[in-house]
């Protein structure tokens, strides 16, 4: 349980992840995705 609590602080919300230790934080599935729409595509590939 310690190594989950030590991921989370490092997670998204907190600061910038380390990916090592959070290896399913890799990438960001959009696709069929009504709600995202093209102004949420051009935020994600700023």
């Known amino acids: 349980m310690q190594r989950h609590n030590e991921a989370w602080r490092d997670s ?4 910038r992840p380390d990916l090592d230790r959070m290896s399913g ?22």
Do not use: C, K, S, V
């Open 12 to 15: 998204l919300r907190y600061r």
């Open 25 to 46: 934080i890799r990438r960001i599935t959009a696709n069929n995705n009504p709600m995202l729409g093209d102004d949420g595509a051009r935020l994600l590939a700023d």
